[in-house]
């Protein structure tokens, strides 16, 4: 069966009952009709926070294959409670982009999957456009300032940073020029779209603790400058209020089920490779405060949504793991040694053996961070034993339990060896969490000590357009924030065709954008969109409804 014939077929609890697991009173939370709910802040007691365990699940680098992530978290969790464990999993919420374009949905796969699918996958409860509007709120504050003549600031519209947000691939708004039709319609000026995924207010949003942090976060958005060099931000607008107003429902984490009845919290979605990767500070401490075990999983590879977990998010918000799991398949590792992608199902070991130093290089990244590593195959059909037992003895080698795990086809049940391993690691690991470099390092230490160490490479570039941003960073005094590198999921380099581990490459940083309310700076390397484009075969044309009301096509 199809994800969603598996998806329409299980039995779902009143999402009441999935609250009462975790100890939340069935009439506080905040009903989405019989299966999706808000949790009110005032149940995230952070005094309980640290008595759970944090499970973290990333990946190796992504293939066209898929690696199946979420769907392994999913399982995890749903093993783990199997187990005995109070388990919750915590996801980022899906964006349209992706779901209309070539990766398809985000609630895993199989009998691994958070429900209500089509829900969680379409609009779900109307965070992404509640940030979408916060975030276009600011922008038309912005040009109707520039506008006015009686309450003008100043601002030179040449120096504004702050773009537009929708929640939809579309490359035509990438650049744009707004302010057109005459004078009653703005003063002109070169603008452009993000994607919601990469908007600051979604980062903003998943880095804080409260609503007192969420609006302080959104007055210090950095805008740009008057005529006369003054710094410009929100708060000069009085932009955050309002801005906070919108996000009222937004901040507060989502909880919906897994087909097993596993609760699962899904709250914010910022992609890996051009944002954080991870959900919010406050769902993750959410179900940190109401189980014994949580498990989280950060966006694409170890590179990118890991690495930023362990320097942004566990830093900002005081946590860190207790177990990282990493997911690997014998098809993606045979990409990674060259095979097409139409032969993967053709067992080589020879391309899996030159393949393997992906893997062996995410394991060694982990290590940067004193964390005690699991490595998850996810078992794919087509996979030989001899394939398998080659990944495992490389893993031995390294000394990193390597787990075979069945999610997608026997949900929980295939996961059980893997949740007894992550259990033993969380109860006798030694090592202790420490993130790669130091807040108050320079932008340039900061940035080649992530490029050198995670990503191997041998020399970091700047263009002359990164050089003056650095200076502006300095500037404005935010070279003590940490860095979020926007870089492709598709190589450990920043060249998407460079698979496997390469060596003896140079990262270029062609810009770098400040995000002084999420508290962060982002160096855009290689050719890395913040609005990406849909494929020439988008799954948009795949997905249909009926005259009932049901969704066919959603993957």
């Known amino acids: 069966m199809t994800d969603l014939e598996i998806a329409h077929g299980a039995t779902m609890r009143p999402i009441t009952e999935i609250a009462e697991i975790l100890g939340l009173p069935k009439d506080d939370i905040i009903q989405y ?29 992504p293939t066209p294959a898929g690696e199946g992530k979420t769907t392994v978290s999913i399982g995890l969790a749903q093993a783990m409670n199997r187990l005995g464990k109070k388990t919750t999993v915590v996801l980022r919420e899906p964006s349209l982009g992706p779901v209309f374009g070539v990766k398809g949905g985000a609630t895993g796969g199989g009998y691994s999957q958070v429900l209500p699918m089509e829900d969680i996958n379409l609009h779900f409860t109307g965070d992404f456009a509640a940030i979408e509007k916060a975030h276009n709120l600011l922008s038309a504050l912005i040009d109707n300032n520039i506008q006015s003549k009686s309450r003008s600031l100043g601002i030179d519209p040449r120096t504004v940073s702050w773009r537009r947000v929708m929640d939809m691939n579309d490359r035509s708004l990438r650049t744009i020029i707004v302010g057109l039709g005459g004078t009653a319609s703005g003063i002109p000026r070169e603008t452009g779209f993000d994607i919601t995924a990469a908007s600051e207010v979604m980062a903003i949003l998943c880095l804080a603790e409260d609503f007192m942090d969420l609006k302080r976060r959104l ?5 740009g400058y008057t005529y006369d060099r003054k710094p410009i931000y929100a708060r000069d607008l009085h932009a ?8 009222k429902d937004a901040i507060m984490p989502n909880l919906v089920q897994t087909l097993e009845g596993t609760p699962a919290i899904i709250h914010g979605g910022p992609f890996a490779n051009i944002a954080q990767g991870t959900n919010s500070v406050i769902a993750t401490k959410m179900a940190m405060c109401h189980s014994d075990f949580v498990v989280t999983e950060a966006g694409f590879g170890f590179d990118l949504g890991a690495e930023k977990f362990m320097d942004i998010k ?14 690997a398949t014998v098809r993606a590792l045979k990409y990674h ?7 993967l199902s053709t067992p080589s070991v020879e391309n899996l053996a030159k393949g393997i130093g992906n893997l062996q290089k995410h394991l060694e990244n982990m290590a940067l961070f004193g964390i005690c590593p ?15 037992k080659y990944i495992e003895n490389a893993c031995n080698e390294l000394g990193v339990p390597c787990i075979l795990a069945d999610v997608w086809g026997a949900g929980g049940k295939g996961a059980e060896a893997l949740g007894e391993r992550v259990i033993k690691v969380t109860e006798q690991c030694t090592t202790s969490f420490t993130p790669l470099y130091d807040w108050a390092w320079t932008p340039e230490k900061k940035i080649e000590t992530i490029a050198s160490k995670v990503y191997g490479a041998k020399a970091v570039d700047y263009t002359a357009q990164a050089k003056a941003a650095l200076k502006t960073v300095y500037d404005l005094g935010l070279d003590k924030l940490p860095v979020c590198i926007a870089k492709t999921q598709k190589s450990l380099s920043d060249n998407p065709d460079l698979l496997g581990r390469p060596k003896d490459f140079v990262v270029t940083v062609r810009d770098i954008e400040i995000a002084a309310g999420a508290e962060f700076i982002i160096p855009i390397t290689g050719q890395i969109m913040r609005m990406p484009g849909l494929p020439p075969t988008p799954s948009a044309e795949k997905i249909d409804i009926d005259n009932d009301g049901n969704i066919t096509g959603l993957f």
Do not use: W
């Open 240 to 247: 955050e209020g309002a801005m906070a107003a919108l996000l």
């Open 374 to 388: 699991v490595v998850a195959i996810n078992r794919f059909a087509s996979d030989t034993e001899e394939e398998l």
């Open 314 to 327: 566990c830093k900002s918000a005081g946590i860190h793991p207790h177990a990282v799991v990493l997911v």
């Open 219 to 223: 007055g210090n958005i950095f805008i």
């Open 337 to 343: 040694g060259g095979q097409s992608l139409k032969e």
């Open 33 to 61: 009709g019989k299966y999706k709910a808000k949790i009110p802040l005032k149940y995230l007691d952070r005094q309980k926070v640290n008595n759970a365990k944090l499970i973290l699940v990333s990946a190796i680098s």
